[in-house]
């Protein structure tokens, strides 16, 4: 190697490690050019190598040799290392400068980094690699057999986590060769640092061999639960698992002793137990009938040390969370469970687990389980008391998720929970007699020691809800108990006042009388409007609050008095709350009510100290993305709800859509999905467009030029705009949106092309001024030729055809000689048609009759034969070539809309009698214009959540004046077809009319004439 490209290269990792950004800057962009250069890994070596170098610049060298291999090893990856480089580079990383670290965090990496190496090139290109580790670690030096240890535990962590089938092959192959000398080194090193802890050895001893049995342990533990098809078929690896709890037992002895010792040793044997536990979940979740003969000691461990007091004696957390989750996954394992009903056992072994199961765990080890859990673990500790009163939000904030794999209450609780599943014949009984044993005496506020017993039990009714569904009265027992107890003001009984609202929560679901609703909506605003409450109480309320009105009986006539109320209360706890978790939890109480009770808010009031605080929060939370979306949220549930955007918060609620639309803006990334559905929401509550909402358009090309991700909602903007100020939407920023859905259309997929299709027909239907009477049709002019090129193929799905064919309908509708002029330019320098209009007409004609049986919506139907009715009277000759198809088509359209009357007499059955409400062709989720049918009448009832006064909202009388408005319920298709034949006889001539007849199946005309005279 150049030695001046040596120096250059550790002068520049040199001033990379600087404190001084002048320097550090330009040093780390120079490390990034070189990334891509031959030999400058080789140079990383060297320096890491050199153990005289400074220890900060060598792990900025490992961690920029790290990095490269990430990007470049890779065979097919850019500006990849050459094979000449990586065999250097494999056969340097196993010299005794490295396996000789004596820097341990450097150490780490450099095993790492060979791991990742590994993971490419082991063994095809890397065959030496294990057996040069498993060579080093026979040496003599200490420290070279722990860093080879260290070394081979990343490398078999990281064949492990391959997937593909050749490499678990491999893998398997791989642990057949290497398992016995890794027991066997795992069995010495832990019989010398458990016989060194018990003779009182030096701290030194004790460690280095705690140390190398740690990682031989971790090594056993993915060679065991990832390399056996069947680990039971091993006799390593079933010495290997019979051991494991019996040295579980005697660590936890020997870890007493190391008390006093220092911290290392002690944390080195708390992570060697906790290994131990972490093979036997490993072996249950992924080989659990390779644990069958683990299930009796693993559950009878179990037991000593979580239900014992001598046992609990020598545990600590993890640990005991470990043993409960073991339990819990034995518990929960399917393949021990046997079939329900009466289906035969098909697998011996899972009869054989299962009868290991209940003969450990007869009914009293049960029962004595379930008293243990509540009286023990679900008892609130000082610990807990502290925090509550230090910071009762975060105390407050249930813990969600996987946090049972880490934290003792969500531990504990999720074992009770499965546990009482499990034996609930047993245990209800039991669970009851505790509950009963509390209503023999009145607690009194003063003994701590009771409210605490009382709480671990209403906690476990509360998990166990839904198994005590037949020995609970829940109606009682709140009419008599529990309603009486949140009376109780003490500052003890907070504890109790907190429980009982969750149970409320519990159990409103589960059983609790219609009748009881009104009871519980009051029991629960008790504390929640309750001055001097405690912050903890009131957020149990405010989740319970959610749980009763998320309820499949819940019924709004009966929350309605409660509404603004609660929302009151909600505003207030809002103030009160100081923790932006904490708010995020109460916005979301909020869009909960006001979101299933809409028209009640909007009614009883309370919602405009909620538009006053909004303001307040989203300055308050500028830095905090996932509160402002909360409030967002909670805004656009609100102005639903309202119906309105009051006008004292329209300026702010506008720029903030503005603020969180706009790609610029970094918070748009959390924010952007809850403004479009604000900006929906103000849209709809809008009487007119004002210049900040017109202003304001110009965001959506940017969002749909970025990605299709938010087209639906987009989409739904745009037919608002369209409804609302069609004429200055549609000559600026809707024209431009417009032009570039055209654009998207080839890239889509049939569920966006439907969308986009519907839009272009919104634009050609919505009512335009005079003097820009055909706006719409220019706008959708190009989308307009697409469609036409689409027809003359073809080969469009029904639902595709049926809305294309359906926009060709409304442009001849709206203008005849806007659709010839579109047939002309679309067969511009089309060659297979000779670029003539007539041949393309023809096409489109043939392709419109023949297919047209494939429009199964019924209003879209009608819509595409008044289209071809239209077409009749152009007195253009290949329509009229086309008459017979025309007409038959025709007469299979009024078959389906003409209906018989009492009379005898016909009727178009889609025309709306005069004073009735049409069908809105706009309707669809909530009160939003979700127009899935636009177009074609599509939705018969009121958008769910409008209440009985959406109907005379400014948004619902532009819905319902455009439904009024559509072709299949404004014109008579009888009327209308009756009238284009008479006017196509006059112009050509009763005969060639009569010849027009005689060319079309006579079938066809006796149908016909049975709604029109001919």
Known sequence: MDPNIYALVLDTLNRATSQEAEVLKPAEKKLQEWEIEPGFYSVLLNVLSNHSIDINVRWLAVMCFKNGVDRYWRRNAPNAITDEEKHKLRQGLLTTPILNEPVAQIATQQAVLIAKIARFDCPTNWPNLLPDLIGAMKAPQPLMQQRSLL?????????????????????????????????????????????????????????????????????????????????????????????????????LECRKLLKGRGIYP??????????????????????PFSYIPLIRPSLEFALYYCFTEQGMSLTYERFTIQCL???????????????????????????????MKTEVLDQNTVCHMCRHLVTHYFLLSGDDLALWDAEPESFATDEAGESWKYSLRPCTEAVFMELFHEFRTVLAPELVRLLASLQESQVSPDDLSAILKKDAIYNAV???????????????????VLSQELKIKDNNYRIIRRRVCQLIG?????????SLRPAMYSALLEPLTRAGEDPAVKLAAAEALRSTIDDFNFNVEQFAPYAPHALSA???????????????????????????????????????????????????????????????AALVHLVKALGECAPNVRPWVLNVVNESTKLSEPAHVYLLEDALELWLAVLETSSSADPALLQLAHNLYPILEQSTEHLRIVVYIMQAYAL??????????????????????????????????????ICVSVGFPERNAFLGVKVVWPTLLRVIHCLLDGDDLPMVLSVKLCLLSRVILLSTELFYKAIQEASVCLVEYDSDPAKVL?????????????????????????????????????????????????????????????????????????????????????????WEGAGAGAGAGAGAGEGEDGARSAHELRRRRFAAAHPARALDLRAVTHHQLETLKSQVGPETFERLLQSTDKETLQQIREYIPL
């Open 506 to 514: 519990q159990w409103c679901g589960v059983r609790a009388s219609q």
């Open 842 to 930: 023809n096409r489109v004609l043939h392709v419109w009759t023949e297919k047209m049986n494939l429009v199964t919506q019924v209003e879209r139907w009608k819509v595409v034969g008044l289209g071809l009715a239209a077409l009749l009277t152009t007195q253009n000759a290949t329509v009229l070539e086309r008459f017979p198809a025309i007409l038959l088509n025709l007469t299979e359209v009024l078959n389906d809309v003409m209906k018989m009357e009492e009379s005898g007499n016909y009727i178009d059955a889609l025309v709306s009698p005069p004073g009735s409400r049409p069908a809105s062709p706009l309707e669809g989720r909530g009160g939003a214009a979700r």
């Open 266 to 287: 002690l944390e080195l044997c708390e992570k060697f137990i906790i290994h131990l536990t972490k093979v036997a979940l490993g072996v249950l979740f992924y080989q």
């Open 151 to 251: 070394i081979f535990h990343h490398v078999v962590k990281a064949l492990a986590s391959k997937r593909l089938i050749e490499d678990k092959r491999t893998f398997q192959e791989l642990t057949i060769s290497v398992y016995s000398f890794i027991l066997n080194l795992w069995h010495e090193n832990t019989e010398l640092f458990l016989r060194h802890i018990q003779e009182g050895a030096a701290t030194e001893l004790i460690t280095e061999h705690l140390e190398k049995a740690l990682l031989c342990l971790r090594i056993l533990r993915k060679l065991t639960v990832f390399g056996f098809k069947k680990p039971h078929e091993s006799q390593d690896a079933i010495a290997f698992l019979n051991v494991v709890f019996d040295r579980a037992k005697t660590s």
């Open 325 to 355: 989750n073991i339990f819990k996954g034995i518990l929960q394992c399917v393949e021990y469970k046997l079939p329900k009903g009466t289906e035969p056992v098909k697998e011996p072994l899972t009869l054989q687990a299962h009868q």
């Open 570 to 632: 909600l505003y207030d706890l809002l103030v009160e709350c100081e923790e932006c978790e904490t708010k995020m939890h109460v916005l979301h109480v909020v869009s909960f009510v006001t979101e299933r009770c809409g028209w009640a808010v909007a009614r009883g009031g309370g919602a405009g100290a909620l538009f006053a605080v909004l303001p307040a929060l989203c300055t308050h939370a500028q830095h905090h993305h996932m509160l402002r979306a909360a409030a967002l």
């Open 462 to 480: 509360g998990l166990a809800a839904f198994d005590l569904y037949d020995d609970v009265d829940f109606d009682e027992w709140f009419t008599n």
């Open 724 to 761: 609302l100020c069609p004429e200055e939407f549609f000559t600026d920023a809707g024209a431009k949106c417009m032009c570039l859905l055209d654009d998207m259309l080839s890239d889509m997929r049939t569920e966006g092309v439907i969308t986009v299709l519907k839009m272009a027909e």
